[in-house]
């Protein structure tokens, strides 16, 4: 078993995808099917399960996902200790929610380029599986719109925190109400974001206990489809207050005069406990922390 080959299976484990998984290594596919059946002949066991043009782990990739992400951060936790490497290249691989992708990261990393010039960054949305590729290493860092994750192997820590509002276009029939209530929202529209937080259920859950029936409610990967939607006045959203400023400021969206209990939520940076911080990670999370400050005032 060479390091190579971990490097290759872990890549392979994150895409679910040989193709994708060669062109990111820059390896002809054949190399790298030849490296999963090497590792897969030195176990005894198949690592993947292929089920036409798709694949997924087996259980024993599971459980060597858990530890070759171990043995990856060991070497490169080595070579800078031993051989003074400086980290100076690489990449860093990132789940982040869109919202936070567009208005919270570009800064950090505008200042992390100028540091780092040869490092690279992997950055994607958010989804179901992140607590897992902390665990297995194929994600070094990700961000939440939540107030906690409940994962004890799990470090969360909270940048700050940001209002959510309820807003929707000039001239829809909620923005001429004097005050809103969630009663208000029956029989309309309502767009969320499909994978961007945690406050969509939060939100969700608070229609059910009112028993609210909206007319409908839509589900988007994109923000800024979300926020062109509203403004046709197709209905309304919640949605964090740095993703619609400048459509606030501009008139082309309005916030709506939701007088129930005010809602927010946290901004969580999350890392695995045992994720050894190399000094580029160090540096990128610092970056983040210094622009979350300015962005989203004092922690409580």
């Not at 080959?5 to 890549?11: A, E, G, V």
């Not at 100028?114 to 590729?133: F, H, M, W």
């Given at each position: 078993?060479?390091l ?6 872990m ?7 040989f ?6 290594l820059n390896?002809?596919?054949s190399t790298?099917s ?5 590792l897969e ?14 694949i997924?782990?087996?259980e024993?990739?599971?459980v060597l ?5 171990k043995m990856?951060?060991?070497e ?5 200790q031993?051989?003074r490497?400086d980290?100076?290249q690489?990449s860093?691989?990132?789940r982040?929610p869109?919202?936070?992708?567009v208005?919270?990261?570009p800064?950090?990393i505008k200042a ?5 010039p040869?490092?690279g960054?992997?950055i994607?949305?958010?989804s ?8 297995s290493?194929?994600i070094d860092l990700?961000?939440l719109?939540?107030d906690?994750i409940?994962e ?8 700050g ?8 276009g ?12 969630v009663?208000?929202?029956?029989d ?5 974001p499909?994978?961007?937080c ?11 206990e ?11 990967n ?12 197709v ?10 400023r400048?459509e606030?400021?501009?008139?082309t ?9 005010a809602?927010e ?6 890392r ?9 990670l160090?540096?990128?999370?610092e970056?983040v ?5 300015r962005l989203?005032g004092?922690?409580r």
């Amino acid at each position: 078993m060479e390091l190579r080959q971990l490097k290759t299976f872990m890549t392979v484990a994150r895409f679910l995808n040989f193709n994708r998984a060669a062109q990111a290594l820059n390896y002809a596919q054949s190399t790298i099917s030849t490296q999963i059946r090497l590792l897969e002949e030195e176990f005894g066991k198949p690592l993947f399960d292929r089920l036409g043009k798709t694949i997924v782990l087996t259980e024993a990739g599971q459980v060597l996902l858990r530890y070759a992400g171990k043995m990856l951060d060991i070497e490169r936790e080595t070579m800078a200790q031993v051989a003074r490497h400086d980290e100076t290249q690489g990449s860093l691989t990132i789940r982040v929610p869109q919202s936070l992708s567009v208005y919270l990261l570009p800064p950090a990393i505008k200042a992390f380029q100028a540091r780092y010039p040869k490092v690279g960054l992997d950055i994607s949305n958010c989804s179901q599986t992140i607590q897992q590729e902390l665990r297995s290493g194929i994600i070094d860092l990700a961000f939440l719109l939540a107030d906690s994750i409940p994962e004890q192997d799990l470090i969360a820590e909270v940048l700050g925190y940001e209002a959510l509002l309820l807003a929707a276009g000039p001239d829809h029939p909620l923005a001429a109400l004097p005050s809103l209530e969630v009663k208000h929202l029956a029989d309309h529209t309502v767009l969320l974001p499909k994978q961007d937080c945690s406050y969509k259920l939060l939100f969700e859950r608070l229609l059910a206990e009112e028993k609210v029936a909206c007319a409908s409610i839509m589900e988007f990967n994109s923000v800024e489809a979300i926020k062109q939607c509203v403004r046709q006045g197709v209905g309304v959203t919640l949605i964090p207050a740095m993703a619609v400023r400048q459509e606030l400021a501009a008139g082309t969206l309005v916030r709506l005069p939701w007088i129930e209990d005010a809602l927010e939520t946290a901004v969580l940076m999350i890392r695995h406990k045992d994720k050894w911080i190399s000094p580029v990670l160090g540096a990128f999370m610092e970056l983040v922390r210094a622009h979350g400050c300015r962005l989203f005032g004092a922690k409580r």
